[in-house]
């Protein structure tokens, strides 16, 4: 609507009526007119929309819009940092009508004559385009993961009598998937090819095939597809070979012998032999990364890694006191149905406006609220958190009189993002030196397939959390897993806490929980170095220690 100018005021009850039904907890597809009109920002027009919706999954003003659309221009809108009125300036004036196109444009300078434009937009449009092209094909593990598992049992429908494995990526739980890789190992490899290469939901590419791998890609969505085939004899080598990184692969057992050659010697009988005749700890699947594990099962020194049992809370979450779609209560009462101890609630505060972000008279209302709901629940607690946004100068966006009124703070960048490492990290740190800020939330920014996020120099910000006793935050959202999995053990060195949030903006978002996990086990985190493993009264302890020190130091 924006692209084709329609009328602002049509434009803003949609834009009403969405945030109205995607805050609401019903589905609209189960609700009748009555019902639907009782909603807020829902009138006559959105009604009719919504049952055409109901009945053909599309509607009459949607179809009239997308007709007079080139295909390409939905593919240009879909490329950061391009809103509706910047995509049509470039398709009036320059007739850009694809991202091609687009690169094109930008590489021959044109898009920077174009008045509110310039060189820096010029720059930005080209990183973004090659930042997409890069990762086409690429997939995150959550989004993947069932689509994966569909396959899984599609094989074994067709090879029962066969044996069976996820490889490569996938089964080391890496964030980013390119590829399903699978090995089957079966006494009728011929048939078991035959009925495979039958699939219609594959399309193979024989060129790259052979005798021993068939490579092809998923026709509904751009994923590759490799399965190797072996003997029965041969499966639990290539199925360890296989699963493995090439790093880990090319770690050193002894002096001449890789992990690599070890596992072509054949002398062992089960995954578990293989690690004991070696002299090695048993290394779990997600690790085998070349990331150093091979030289601490060495010592023996690998540890019992974090599992979902072990977390006892859910910090930083979001409620319909900024941009959350749940209540305060929802949030609270179905964190304690799934078992959990407590809930740390932590909105945006004031600088995210865009967000709904706290004032302090927001902040007033909701602290009563959580003091009610905690003497109803108990045992169970709500802690008192908000997610501080870190502004340009490093500096928390509340005075301290506010700051000193939370249990936790979870102090976040989610503005001017385009800093230089040395800005980034210098933000950061500064943030990290407040004695207020006791998470820091998603450090990079990044927005896996998204956006790259900051660069920061994560030695220098780890080595001020753990001067500052500041715990460092995997955001579990599959689109951050930020911290890295890369650097988890770097700060367990450093004597740095990691906590598991799931930046939850609805209670269905408690179930990113298992991916921060995940990211955690990769990177060796244990249940000691896991802020929200602590019970609920060890955790109020710790913050309650924390506010106690403040006070004192003040």
């Known amino acids: 609507m924006e692209l084709h100018d329609e009328n602002p005021f049509k434009i803003r009850s949609y834009q009403s009526a969405l945030i109205s039904l995607e805050r609401g907890d019903q589905d609209i597809m189960e609700l009748n007119e009555a019902a639907l009109a009782k909603l807020q920002g829902v009138g006559k027009s959105m009604i009719e929309a919504i049952q055409q919706l109901k009945t053909t999954d599309t509607f009459p003003l949607l179809e009239e819009l997308i007709n007079k659309t080139p295909e390409g221009i939905l593919e240009v809108l879909q490329i950061k940092g391009l809103g509706p009125k910047k995509v049509k300036v470039l398709w009036e004036e320059l007739g850009i009508t694809s991202s091609h196109e687009l690169m094109e444009a930008c590489q021959s300078g044109k898009v920077a004559k174009i008045k509110g434009f310039g060189d820096k937009t010029q720059n930005t449009i080209i990183q973004n385009l090659e930042f997409k092209a890069s990762n086409s094909g690429k997939w995150l593990y959550a989004d993947i993961a069932e689509m994966i598992g569909q396959l899984e049992e599609t094989f074994k429908v067709f090879a029962p009598e066969a044996a069976l494995a996820i490889v490569g990526d996938f089964a080391r739980q890496m964030e980013i998937i390119t590829e399903a890789e699978f090995l089957i190992a079966s006494a009728e490899l011929a048939s078991v090819k035959s009925k495979i290469k039958s699939m219609e939901s594959i399309e193979w590419n024989l060129p790259e095939s052979g005798p021993r791998t068939f490579r092809g890609k998923l026709k509904e969505i751009d994923l590759r597809v490799t399965i190797h085939f072996c003997s029965k004899e041969d499966f639990l080598w290539k199925k360890l070979s296989l699963i493995a990184a090439p790093l880990h692969l090319e770690s050193l057992v002894n002096d001449q012998e890789s992990i ?218 599959p689109w951050r897993l930020d911290l890295d999995w890369r650097w988890v053990h770097y700060a367990m060195d450093q004597g740095v806490m990691l906590s598991i949030n799931p930046d939850a903006h609805e209670m269905d978002g408690y179930a990113d929980m298992k991916y921060g996990v995940l990211v955690g086990r990769k990177g060796g985190l244990t249940k000691e170095m896991t802020l929200n493993a602590m019970t609920a009264d060890e955790i109020g302890s710790y913050f309650d220690a924390r506010l106690e020190k403040l006070k004192i130091n003040q």
């Open 260 to 477: 690599a050659l070890r596992l072509q010697k054949r002398d062992y009988s089960s995954e578990d032999e293989f690690f004991s005749i070696n002299k090695l700890q048993y290394i779990p699947t997600e690790m085998r990364e070349g990331f150093g594990e091979v030289a601490l099962a060495l010592e023996n020194k690998i540890p019992e890694l974090l599992t979902d049992k072990d977390l006892k809370g859910i910090l930083h979450n979001h409620s319909t006191y900024s941009d959350g779609k749940h209540s305060l209560r929802q949030m609270a009462e179905y964190c304690k149905e799934l078992g959990y101890e407590y809930l740390g609630i932590s909105d945006h505060s004031k600088t995210a406006f865009y967000a709904g972000g706290l004032e302090v008279e927001k902040i007033l209302k909701q602290h009563q609220e959580i003091d009610e709901l905690n003497r109803e629940m108990a045992p169970f607690r709500i802690f008192k958190g908000i997610e501080s946004d870190i502004l340009s100068d490093g500096k928390l966006d509340y005075e301290d009189e506010v700051l000193a009124s939370f249990d936790f703070i979870v102090a976040s960048v989610h503005s001017i993002l385009n800093m230089d490492i040395n800005r980034a990290t210098s933000r950061l740190i500064t943030a990290i030196e407040n004695p207020y800020t006791t998470i820091l939330g998603h450090p990079t920014g990044r927005l896996l397939l998204r956006r790259q996020g900051y660069p920061i120099d994560h030695k220098a910000v780890i080595d001020a959390c753990a001067a500052n006793n500041v715990v460092i935050e995997i955001n579990a959202n």
